[in-house]
């Protein structure tokens, strides 16, 4: 008589039953992202902390724990306040003028116009073009001898020649430059933000304003801005922390001139710890944008969840 034989159950893995269960399956897949990050911004932050409290020097690169004595090197710097004022006036300004200019820019955009898809695609150009190749055309366009700008006022009969302002060779103006070169670089992205946000207003919140009796500004300030409201501070956070870390423009264009007029905290600490070789001066510079993006990001954060709708 034949027996037949019962199947063998395969053992099952137990790797199998730990994909089974979701907070595990979900810490996978985002494990490559988190140690991506950890490698890009957590190891150089470690090595920023590192060289700020030694006497880390190119010309002396051996590790001598010195404390906080760096930065309150630093501190009492006298430049340091005006550097760090700068970096304010160069953030905020330069935020503030890029949405402005980018809220109106996103209502231009929504009206329908001959050209419209050829505008809305050569406006993003200053977003995407290299910042090295854009700030070389606008310190052309800011030259004390063949500006643009200051042989349009001439031709005008506006200025005399002798009159033209020095736009890179004065304080105030070469801060002016700086802040609007780079809300000329974030003014598209703040079309964009506001473009996403003003289409995600329902149709039918407009039009029963408008049955109200709200008027264009009534419409856009009392209804339509609140409502997208975190929408654009997600924007402004990415705006703040890009702009308050940047040393690029002030590099290119002023080089922190003139008389420190244009230095900001990513420059200084540039020049002091590469060109000047004072690593651990340099690092401590470098770790004063650490809190005060950290606090300005925490407020943005409590602002939009209490603004959500």
């Not at 053992?11 to 994909?19: E, K, M, T």
């Not at 070469?174 to 609007?180: F, H, P, R, S």
């Not at 703040?190 to 109200?212: E, K, M, N």
């Not at 510079?285 to 809190?291: G, Q, R, Y």
């Amino acid at each position: 008589m034949a027996v037949i034989a019962e199947p063998v159950a395969k053992p099952v893995s137990r790797l199998n039953f730990l994909l089974d269960r979701r907070d595990v399956f979900e810490a996978i897949l985002v494990a490559p992202a988190v140690i991506y990050v950890l490698l890009l911004v957590g190891l150089p932050l470690l090595l920023a902390i590192y060289y700020s409290l030694s006497a880390y020097t190119i010309y002396d690169p051996t590790w001598k724990f010195v404390g906080l004595s760096n930065f309150i090197d630093v501190v009492e710097n006298p430049t340091f306040p005006q550097t760090l004022a700068n970096t304010f006036i160069f953030t905020f300004g330069s935020q503030l003028l890029g949405l402005v200019i980018g809220k109106f820019g996103a209502f231009l955009l929504l009206r329908p116009f001959p050209g419209r898809k050829i505008v809305r695609a050569l406006i993003v150009l200053p977003f995407v073009i290299p910042v090295a190749l854009a700030t070389i055309a606008w310190r052309w366009l800011f030259d004390s001898l063949y500006s643009v700008f200051n042989w349009t006022l001439i031709a005008l009969h506006i200025m005399d020649r002798a009159d033209v302002p020095n736009w890179l060779g004065t304080p105030w103006l070469a801060m002016l430059c700086v802040v609007i070169i780079n809300a000329w670089r974030f003014f598209p992205f703040a079309i964009v933000i506001f473009l996403a946000g003003l289409t995600s207003v329902p149709q039918d919140v407009i039009d029963a304003a408008t049955v109200d009796g709200a008027g264009f500004w009534r419409r856009n300030y009392q209804i339509i801005l609140p409502m997208i409201l975190p929408i654009v501070a997600i924007g402004l956070i990415f705006g703040i922390v890009f702009t308050f870390t940047d040393l690029s423009i002030v590099f290119l264009l002023t080089m922190g001139g003139p008389v420190n007029a244009t230095s900001v905290l990513g420059f200084a600490g540039f020049q002091t710890g590469i060109i000047s070789g004072d690593v651990s001066h340099g690092a401590a510079i470098s770790l004063f944008m650490l809190p005060v993006l950290l606090v300005v990001v925490v407020f943005m954060l409590r602002f939009i969840r209490r603004r959500e709708i």
